[in-house]
């Protein structure tokens, strides 16, 4: 979808950063990985379980937000209804 961005943020502690990156390298996600090694996106967004999803709109706001996982069909909609012209 055009200006569609996917950012992970992973909150893993500082001993288990290497191990991520090792293995987000391996699958080769193909979006921003970015480390939250201070807990500090965490508290913000209130992430008290993983995974956490948050559909943000071109205008930063907070959309639609998944804890858990989700069927992939709820997020498509989703992400449809934001884009939809």
Not at 4 to 17: F, P, Q, T
Request: no cysteine.
């Amino acid at each position: 979808m055009p200006g569609l961005s996917i950012v992970a943020v992973n909150l893993d502690a500082n001993k288990d950063i290497i191990k991520a990156r090792r293995t987000i390298a391996q699958l080769g996600s193909g979006f921003l990985q970015l480390y939250d090694e201070r807990g500090e996106a965490g508290r913000k967004y209130n992430v008290t379980a993983i995974p956490r999803m948050f559909i943000i709109d071109g205008n930063g706001r907070i959309r639609f937000e998944h804890q858990g996982f989700n069927d992939i069909s709820t997020i498509e909609n989703e992400l449809m209804r934001l884009y939809k012209k």
